[in-house]
């Protein structure tokens, strides 16, 4: 090749235009002349594109906004609301279960158990591992729940239907089932893990069910004191008696425990965090668990014999006024409560009111004696019947004039004796009402008994100037009014307590969870009658079981001095609020010159045999006595009874 550049190619100028004809030059703005051709037609003229510029701006933008839309939802999700998406993720990923306080348990007073708790499991789910997502199958539910419904003893329809809660991870499917129960779930549990690790197509329907640990009530003595302790109902609170009133003490504090889980699994390392449950106190009751069965066993099988409507014994100490039995018949078991009848629940010692009948006499006696309006001697002459008011009243039993001390008056139950005696208070019958009424108030007549018991009664008693025309003579002998049976009981602990009456008390104190034992404030005392009355009243009452003209002969003890009364009320039945059967009681205390052990027992609406009270109450009131002062080693003073007269030559 040459290094010589190649020649340039020659590239024609631009054509001149044309001269016009003529010769002659265009003029200054004059059009150039068109050269001659043919003419395009006006649809093949070229079209020209819009700038391309604006619709960029447009694009870039949208894009623009776009951008910024995303970047501040970022900001939104990662700094200002990274909390609250950080709770919700723990939410979901974390569980929370309560954990149950151990409830306390109860006691005698020597340490018995009475009711106590035992291990148990709380059956529960979570409802969102049972979802089509989860177990990929769409009657995870009904799956689930035909497996659990024979071992947790419900339908399966319920079951299911909890395990498709909505909005919820924990479902409570029972309550305090035994381990048992619990294992027999595991061990399903298990089986089906392993037949799904075998088999892909099978779905482990009960991954999502777990256990709660929990405690279930028990009552080793089955009804015994069933009246005093209550239970525990479904939701795992006291639903009667001591079980209800002292609750606060007995079920402690729940604990709580959260840790984080997947696949119905804790997972360790995640840490987790627990509140641990504080439990109950330990209750001890003043009751003698001897004593209590004792008084069960006897009250039971009269009210069987008389095929009465129920009766009630109460013993009491009567220095502390510390109750050692309180005993219902017909009763229940706490451990069952599904073959209770209705009517039997509830501790109706204290519950019922009724009219006392003549065991309140002591009462009208007590004023009479303070009062100075008589002595034990006194000289009462009893027709065989009495007009006063609006009516004729009578004794129990038709008799010609009887000439009866006041001890007598007590010994054979006189209604008459007791309205003579009784209308010697005052100068007018306003006035002895009056008086008759202070001393009624005064033994915690138309009063709480100061056990705040749930649903105890106060009884009724008017004030003296709402009594009625026949009230004012009923009152004296025990109609007219009504009481509880510790009411009754208490009456006369305050007369073997030297005229002291010493509030009722059922409960000894608590052991806390750091094992200290508080007792109980010391009840509170009042003085009705002074201590020469309370000792006259007390020899008395010894005549009413000691004389053979006394009704409550049937209350005897070999070796011991007894002091007793006997009572046949007319009993207003319950379902008419009308008089329709007794009320049978009998009170006392023993030993009669140095007391220790007070006993009422009653008897509602006996309907076979003998409905005195000194008939059917006196063999009770015995019994009871009998193996409550060999169990506390009460010994016989040894003293000679008093002997007062009962009857008076004219």
Not at 18 to 32: C, L, V
Request: charged fraction near 20%; charge should be positive; glycine fraction near 10%.
């Amino acid at each position: 090749m040459s290094d010589r550049e190649p020649p340039r190619r020659r590239v024609p100028g631009p054509a001149r235009p044309a001269r016009p004809r003529g010769g002659q030059r265009p003029g200054p703005g004059a059009r150039p002349a068109r050269r001659p051709g043919p003419r395009r037609p006006p649809a093949s003229r070229v079209l020209r594109l819009g700038s391309p510029r604006p619709r960029l701006r447009m694009v870039a933008l949208a894009l623009t906004l776009v951008l910024l839309v995303f970047v501040v939802r970022l900001l939104q999700v990662q700094a200002v609301d990274a909390s609250a998406y950080a709770a919700k993720a723990d939410e979901n990923r974390y569980v929370v279960h309560t954990l149950a306080a151990e409830r306390g348990g109860i006691t005698d007073r020597n340490g018995v158990a009475l009711a106590i708790s035992v291990d148990a499991d709380d059956i529960t789910a979570d409802p969102t591992m049972f979802t089509r997502g989860e177990l990929k199958v769409g009657d995870g539910p009904e799956r689930a729940a035909a497996l659990l419904a024979p071992i947790l003893g419900q339908e399966q329809d319920t079951i299911a239907r909890k395990l498709r809660t909505p909005n919820t991870r924990y479902v409570l499917l029972a309550r305090r089932r035994t381990p048992q129960v619990w294992k027999q779930i595991k061990d399903l549990k298990s089986a089906l893990v392993k037949k799904s690790q075998a088999d892909k197509s099978t779905v482990n329907v009960l991954a999502g069910v777990f256990a709660d640990p929990s405690s279930k009530r028990v009552y080793p003595n089955g009804d015994l004191a069933a009246g005093i302790l209550g239970w525990v109902n479904a939701e795992g609170k006291g639903g009667g008696g001591v079980e209800q009133q002292l609750e606060k003490q007995l079920s402690g504090k729940a604990g709580q425990v959260r840790y984080a889980q997947s696949g119905g699994r804790q997972v360790p390392t995640a840490g987790s965090t627990e509140t641990p449950a504080v439990p109950g106190a330990d209750v001890e009751l003043t009751i003698d668990r001897d004593i209590q069965w004792a008084a069960q066993n006897a009250i039971s099988e009269q009210v069987k014999k008389s095929g009465a409507d129920r009766g009630y014994v109460i013993v009491q100490d009567t220095r502390t006024g510390e109750i050692l039995a309180m005993a219902n018949a017909p009763g229940f078991d706490p451990n069952d409560l599904s073959r209770a009848n209705p009517a039997a629940l509830g501790n109706a010692a204290v519950q019922d009111a009724f009219e006392p009948g003549s065991t309140a006499k002591v009462m009208s006696m007590a004023a009479v004696l303070q009062e100075n309006a008589a002595t034990p001697l006194t000289h009462v002459v009893v027709p065989n019947r009495l007009h006063r008011g609006d009516r004729l009243f009578q004794d129990d039993v038709d008799h010609d004039t009887w000439y009866l001390t006041l001890n007598g008056v007590l010994a054979k139950s006189s209604n008459i004796g007791t309205i003579l005696a009784t209308g010697q208070l005052g100068k007018t019958q306003a006035e002895a009402n009056t008086v008759l009424y202070s001393y009624l108030r005064k033994f915690g007549i138309g009063r709480y008994t100061g056990l705040d018991f749930p649903g105890e009664t106060r009884g009724i008693l008017a004030p003296p100037d709402k009594w009625s025309t026949s009230q004012q003579y009923t009152i004296p002998f025990g109609q007219g009014f009504s009481i509880n049976a510790m009411q009754a009981a208490s009456v006369y602990s305050t007369i073997a307590n030297d005229g002291v009456r010493v509030q009722p008390t059922l409960v000894r104190g608590a052991k806390g969870a750091d094992g200290r034992f508080t007792p109980v404030p010391k009840p509170e005392k009042s003085r009705v009658v002074s201590a020469a009355t309370a000792k006259q009243l007390a020899r008395m009452l010894e005549s009413v079981v000691d004389d053979e003209q006394g009704t409550g002969v049937k209350g005897r003890i070999p070796g011991y001095r007894v002091a007793g009364k006997t009572g046949t009320a007319n009993r207003v039945d319950p379902a008419t609020g009308r008089y329709r059967g007794y009320t049978s009681s009998f009170a006392g205390f023993a030993p009669a010159d140095s007391p220790r052990v007070t006993v009422y027992c009653a008897i509602q609406n006996a309907t076979r045999g003998s409905y005195f009270g000194g008939q059917i109450c006196g063999p009770v009131y015995k019994q009871v006595m009998e193996f409550a002062l060999k169990t506390l080693q009460v010994p016989p003073t040894g003293a000679r009874a008093a002997n007062l007269p009962v009857d008076f030559k004219p």
